[in-house]
């Protein structure tokens, strides 16, 4: 049996991506309110892994992450991209006259912004986690509160659905990392079948420094699919980058990282694992 730290409770975005990803395995998860309890988890107990949103195709990159990742010293052995889609949900009892509030968590509540905007009588609450919510009003029997969230945390919960599929976008797709303690990367992955990677690194704040970098990964044919800056605090105007790439020869791949090291600073790989399939 595998335990998987998430970030939420039982029919979160994280419990589905979790269980696509390990289809077919036996889970045991351990629930968290937030990304740093994730990462403390594997901190205390390596043979915990970690489900960890990295980006969505509406809301952008979930920047704090990317740090608590470094910072971590986690490894990242695979991803996963689940399609995201919102309901709104309510206790039996209420309908569309009665409900006031709709509570979620901010970036779903971002995402369901148009349809938000044309029910203006409800009032719109941030919480931690969409699958929280729906347990909360459910266990608190809340008349007059809806939550958004998935239809699957919905049925978990016992609450009624008002109308699914609500997000503004419906090509709204999150991509998870599936991390641990480095000493056990090797089970959960397959390095020989690696086709990407997630590195960061400084560089001298000197002309060109970047395009250097990246001019020598497209001579190796390396293929540059993420590039994100984050300030170092402490050092005006210097940055680390953030990068992803995908290749289809390891050994070329390594070349490429050997040629690019003398150029920049505190140069780490993330990860290297296989590029996830885009959902249909």
């Not at 599936?178 to 090797?186: E, L, S």
């Not at 020989?192 to 044919?221: C, N, R, T, W």
């Not at 992803?244 to 993330?270: C, F, G, H, M, W």
């Amino acid at each position: 049996m595998k335990r998987i730290a998430i970030q939420g409770l039982v029919g979160s975005f994280h419990d589905m991506a979790a269980h696509q990803y390990f289809d077919g395995e036996q889970l045991q998860l351990i629930c968290c309110s937030t990304f740093e309890e994730v990462f403390e988890n594997i901190h205390r107990d390596p043979t915990v892994i970690g489900m960890a949103a990295i980006e969505n195709t509406i809301a952008g990159s979930l920047l704090h992450n990317y740090e608590l990742l470094r910072d971590s010293g986690a490894t990242v052995v695979g991803e996963h991209k689940l399609h995201i889609s919102h309901c709104i949900c309510c206790m039996e009892e209420d309908n569309w006259e009665t409900i006031q509030e709709v509570h979620s968590h901010p970036v779903a509540l971002m995402q369901c912004r148009g349809f938000l905007a044309n029910h203006p009588q409800l009032k719109a609450v941030e919480c931690e986690d969409t699958a929280g919510s729906a347990k909360f009003i459910a266990e608190n029997k809340c008349r007059g509160w809806a939550a958004i969230c998935s239809a699957d945390a919905a049925k978990i919960y016992g609450l009624k659905v008002l109308e699914d599929h609500i997000e503004d976008n419906k090509h709204n797709f999150t991509r998870f990392l599936v991390v641990c303690d480095p000493r056990k990367a090797d089970f959960l992955r397959s390095l020989e079948k690696s086709d990407k990677a997630s590195l960061v690194f400084s560089l001298p704040h000197e002309e060109g420094s970047l395009s250097q970098v990246l001019s020598i990964m497209s001579f190796y044919k390396i293929n540059l699919t993420k590039i994100q800056s984050l300030p170092i605090i402490g050092q005006e105007w210097q940055y680390l980058f953030y990068v992803d790439v995908t290749y289809d020869n390891l050994t070329r791949y390594r070349q490429s990282i050997d040629a690019i090291a003398p150029l920049t600073q505190e140069l780490k790989i993330l990860g290297e694992y296989q590029n996830g399939k885009q959902p249909e």
